[in-house]
């Protein structure tokens, strides 16, 4: 169960106000002006604050109560802009278009991309193949990754499969997240963006229904505030 302890508003005031910001496409400035219509009251930079510490405790919580998934992923990587600098937000989803794993990253390189396939494979178990681009940082993070598997042991060897029809799928999913950043005209610090995008991120898997929960979109969110 999250904390509200110390707020000044609300639980359900603050979780509503994280949700819509992280749902649809509105500016924190635009969401200070909806809720002002409504006789509440607060800044856009207490609405950021509140998007930034909420939104990765959340998203653990999302993590947990998730439904099964595919053992055949997409992945790939889409640009997100922070401090006026371009930056790279690896995504993954299995065949059925599930959202897996995702990850800011300053970097586009195989160090990045290793790293990412380990905390998919921590968070989303082992899948059977993953299908790339035909980014070579991307394929040699999945050797990477089988390297270390096989030094612990596992038996299973991850396949790689390059195919741009077959990974049309992720690059269509991205098209929520950067929608829903656009408004945002880039994130001032890498902190605060990567914190936002995990609550996007958890949004739009309300929004395929991944989660063991019932309810609308709202009702799914707070409940995983607790």
């Known amino acids: ?17 994280v949700y819509f910001y992280l749902r649809y496409s509105v500016s924190l400035r635009d969401l200070e002006e909806i809720l002002a219509e409504r006789g509440i009251v607060v800044d856009h930079a207490t609405l950021n604050r509140w998007v930034v510490k909420f939104s990765p405790l959340v998203a653990i919580e999302a993590q947990r109560r998730k439904r099964p998934i595919a053992v055949s992923w997409r992945m790939d990587e889409t640009y997100i802009k922070v401090r006026g600098q371009w930056m790279y937000l690896y995504r993954a989803v299995d065949r059925d278009g599930k959202t897996l794993d995702f990850m800011l990253s300053e ?35 999945i050797k990477a ?16 499969v390059r ?28 902190t605060s ?28 969110f707070a409940a995983l505030a607790g």
Do not use: W
């Open 107 to 141: 970097r586009r390189d195989t160090s990045a991309a290793t790293l990412f396939f380990a905390e998919a494979l921590s968070n989303n178990g082992i899948p059977l193949r993953i299908v790339i681009d035909k980014s070579g940082a991307n394929g040699a993070g």
């Open 1 to 17: 169960m999250i904390s509200f302890k110390g707020s000044h508003f609300p639980k359900h005031i603050i979780l509503n106000a």
């Open 163 to 190: 195919s741009k029809y077959l990974n049309n799928m992720i690059e269509q999913d991205h098209r929520f997240i950067k929608r829903r950043t656009r408004p945002t005209l880039g994130f001032k610090s890498f």
């Open 145 to 160: 990754v089988n390297k270390i598997l096989k030094r612990f042991g596992c038996p299973t060897t991850i396949s790689t």
């Open 193 to 220: 963006a990567a914190a936002t995008l995990e609550g996007i991120e958890v949004a739009q898997r309300i929004r395929k229904k991944q989660l063991k929960a019932g309810g609308n979109g709202f009702a799914q």
